[in-house]
């Protein structure tokens, strides 16, 4: 089956450490994905988007990897603040030239003073 | 630009009555979405449309969902008869063109369905 998998605990870590999520999706060939933050009550903003031809990009602190044939994204922030507690969402087009994100479950991070 | 609207941001009504979910999508967006939002699904995409013309229903649960964009700036969704198993988050999102583009999504309208 097609999947997106994002893992559901919560990531928990100090400030100042790098945090880094994973985004692991089966059965797709994306040609596109993206990220977003997303904080309670709130909907989600849009952070970056990598294309299935480059192997990393970069925002400030944030800094994204794409390995197709691990069929796998990470997303790192570097020194990491409180401030950066939110939930993020990975997306994927899931129906090869449609460009309709599919979005995985997303997955809690929390910073630590 | 004061991005994209939603209303309202709560509403919590009894089982069998109908839900009308607003939204008014940035200026200049030719594209319009609807998700909904549970913990056990996550987001899922109900609609899209593009310049006004639904393109995808596909993600609609059921015909007790229906959506419209009667023009550019004003869509809604509209649940008929409601359920408690409807009771989510209701977002709605545009973007300027073809959805690599940035999604620029609303605040959201928390639904509960008694």
């Known amino acids: 089956s097609q999947k997106i998998e994002q893992n559901s605990e919560a990531l928990n870590i100090q400030e100042g450490k790098t945090a880094t999520l994973t985004c692991n999706y089966t059965?797709?060939?994306?040609?596109?994905l993206q990220w977003y933050r997303q904080d309670p009550g709130r909907g989600p903003v849009f952070l970056l988007l990598?294309?299935?031809?480059?192997k990393e990009k970069r925002k400030e602190r944030l800094k994204v990897t794409f390995d197709t044939t691990l069929k796998q994204s990470l997303f790192h922030i570097t020194a990491s603040q409180p401030a950066d507690s939110a939930t993020y969402l990975c997306?994927?087009?899931?129906?090869?030239?449609?460009?309709?994100?599919?979005f995985g479950r997303g997955t809690s991070l929390i910073v630590h003073p | 630009d004061a991005g994209v609207i939603q209303s309202p941001r709560h509403e919590v009504t009894e089982m069998g009555q109908e839900v009308t979910l607003r939204c008014k999508p940035i200026?200049?967006?030719?594209?319009l979405f609807w998700y909904r939002q549970t913990m056990m699904r996550g987001l899922e995409l109900l609609i899209y449309?593009?310049?006004?013309?639904?393109?995808?229903d596909s993600g609609m649960p059921e015909d007790r969902f229906s959506a419209k964009m009667p023009n550019a700036s004003f869509s809604t969704l509209k649940i008929q008869p409601s359920e408690p198993r409807d009771s989510a988050v209701y977002f709605c999102?545009?973007?300027?063109?073809?959805?690599?583009?940035?999604?620029?999504f609303g605040p959201g309208t928390r639904l509960t369905v008694l």
């Open positions: 999102a545009s973007t300027p063109g073809p959805s690599t583009d940035t999604q620029y």
């Open positions: 059965n797709y060939s994306p040609a596109y």
């Open positions: 990598i294309r299935e031809n480059e």
């Open positions: 997306a994927l087009d899931v129906s090869g030239g449609s460009y309709i994100p599919t």
């Open positions: 200026s200049g967006h030719d594209y």
């Open positions: 449309f593009n310049n006004n013309v639904p393109i995808d």
